[in-house]
């Protein structure tokens, strides 16, 4: 029988998080569709736009051969990226925090360009729009991710995964975004992942090497959870664990009710929405400018 990818499950690193968080969140952003528009929804927020617009760039010089990538200034690329989640679109209510986020984003392009770093040596680009494979055949169950760049090392032929954090706080050490992306990396291109590094790009030295996770205990990991989102597909359960909700479902609840602001569709055709922050209130991903 012909493996039928578009019957199949499809899990990322993002999807699984949103599901590990709260399944209610789960549903309300990878299966809900308005039945008005027909589109997913998407709250919007200022580390949002940061981080889109930061990663737009970078991303943009992983087609380009190493000697072109610095031809164009990036900082330019930013301004026209910028363009994308300006005002209300990037969840900006108010123009003075806009521009502390924009030159959070600046520093961040300047850090770079005068240390690119890996970004200067050769890299790899996995010939796929959306790097997949079959995780389980038998559960009929695709991982998928893209990875931000992967160094091509020529010495020993393999490659280093290098992944771009725009945020304030480190990577968890119970995240699975690593394990994901190992088993990307060894299922969708021939070269070995040798090493792996974030690189938060609002420090001066931002650069942390990771330990590459077991690739068989990675796959037995994803693969437990990828069963447990199926079966919740299949069930159509997708309960929030907190009786009033969560922090995680709570602003897409908001929208369902009728209580956000539609301001636009992103690159993928899922409309943007966005919700003021009530005064006086904190919200636990928020942050110190």
């Given at each position: 029988m012909a493996k039928d990818k578009y019957g199949a499950t499809w899990v990322s690193h993002s999807s699984i998080t949103d599901y590990l968080k709260c399944p209610r969140s789960y549903f309300l952003k990878n299966i809900y569709k308005d039945p008005k528009t027909g589109h997913k929804i998407k709250v919007m927020s200022p580390p949002l736009a940061l981080g889109q617009a930061v990663h737009e760039v970078l991303e943009s010089l992983s087609v380009l051969p190493t000697k072109e990538r610095f031809?164009?200034?990036l900082l330019a690329k930013y301004e026209m990226s910028w363009t994308?989640?300006?005002?209300?679109?990037?969840?900006?209510?108010?123009?003075?925090?806009?521009?502390?986020?924009?030159?959070?984003?600046?520093?961040?392009?300047?850090?770079v360009v005068n240390d690119p770093g890996p970004l200067a040596n050769l890299s790899i680009k996995i010939n796929m729009d959306l790097p997949h494979f079959w995780l389980s055949e038998e559960d009929s169950i695709i991982l998928c991710g893209k990875i931000d760049w992967l160094e091509y090392?020529?010495?020993?032929?393999?490659?280093?995964?290098i992944d771009f954090k725009t945020g304030k706080y480190e990577e968890g050490e119970e995240s699975l975004q690593l394990?994901?992306?190992?088993?990307?990396?060894?299922?969708?291109?021939?070269?070995?992942?040798?090493?792996?590094?974030?690189?938060?790009?609002d420090r001066d030295n931002g650069m942390v090497?990771?330990?590459?996770?077991?690739?068989?205990?990675?796959?037995?990991?994803?693969?437990?959870?990828?069963?447990?989102i199926k079966l919740?597909?299949?069930m159509q359960r997708f309960v929030c664990p907190q009786e009033t909700g969560c922090i995680h479902c709570r602003q897409l609840e908001r929208v369902l009710r009728g209580e956000a602001e539609?301001?636009?569709?992103?690159?993928?055709?899922?409309?943007?929405?966005?919700?003021?922050?009530?005064?006086?209130?904190n919200e636990k991903d928020s942050i110190i400018l």
């Open positions: 031809h164009e200034s994308k989640v300006s005002g209300k679109r990037g969840g900006f209510f108010d123009e003075d925090t806009e521009l502390k986020y924009k030159k959070r984003g600046q520093e961040m392009i300047e850090r090392l020529p010495e020993e032929e393999s490659v280093n995964i394990p994901i992306y190992h088993l990307l990396v060894a299922n969708c291109q021939k070269r070995k992942a040798l090493k792996a590094k974030y690189w938060y790009l090497e990771k330990k590459l996770p077991d690739l068989e205990e990675s796959e037995e990991k994803i693969l437990k959870v990828a069963k447990r919740a597909r299949q539609i301001v636009g569709v992103d690159d993928y055709g899922a409309d943007i929405y966005i919700i003021k922050r009530e005064e006086g209130k």
